[in-house]
């Protein structure tokens, strides 16, 4: 008959990431899952690009996985979870990269309003006028920040209401309506 005593002695720590180096899309959520083994529980630092990264309402670490939320191109870098305890250490380290422009679903494009191909293509895409009507196709061109989709919204529901309101003032007056 064999005995087993008690196990007290540590057990070094181990880390690993199984997300490969990857890039996403720029508005994308971006997880990056972290196992940790050892013996006493390990603590786990994260960092992006040597820096320690703190929680906010974008970025939350935990012991198991980092989340970053609506992600832009300044969180490409590179990405690591070191884990410790009294007796070792481990870390392991991921690349990532933000690729694209982020669009807002509210940032569209009008065809009905103007052709936004000749816009961009036109360099008119800080005009007033075509700049409401064509909000998406100039800011994938980089001719617009994408944030000037909330004037765009706005202006393109204010003109379709009033549209609409003489379509069918039209309509009436033809008493096709």
């Known amino acids: ?32 899952p972290c196992s940790v083994d050892g013996y006493p529980i390990p603590a786990v630092t994260w960092y992006k690009d040597g820096q320690i990264l703190q929680n906010n309402e974008r970025i939350q670490a935990t012991e198991n996985k980092l989340v970053v939320v609506r992600t832009n191109a300044s969180d490409s870098g590179s990405y690591k979870c070191e884990a410790y305890n009294a007796y070792s250490t481990d870390e392991k ?11 807002h679903p509210n940032c569209t494009d009008s065809r009905f309003f103007a052709n936004c191909s000749l816009i961009v293509k ?35 529901s204010t003109s379709i ?9 039209k309509l009436q007056s033809l008493n096709l309506f």
Do not use: W
């Open 1 to 32: 008959m064999i005995l087993i005593e008690h196990f007290s002695g540590a057990v070094p720590v181990r880390v690993n990431i199984s997300l490969p180096s990857t890039t996403i899309a720029v508005g994308s959520d971006l997880t990056i």
């Open 93 to 103: 380290t991921v690349n990532i990269t933000i690729e694209g422009v982020y669009i």
């Open 122 to 156: 036109g360099s008119y895409c800080n005009h007033p006028y075509y700049k409401k009507f064509c909000c998406e196709s100039c800011t994938r061109a980089g001719l617009l920040p994408n944030n000037d989709y909330q004037t765009n919204y706005s202006y393109i």
């Open 161 to 169: 209401r009033r549209f609409r309101r003489d379509l069918v003032n």
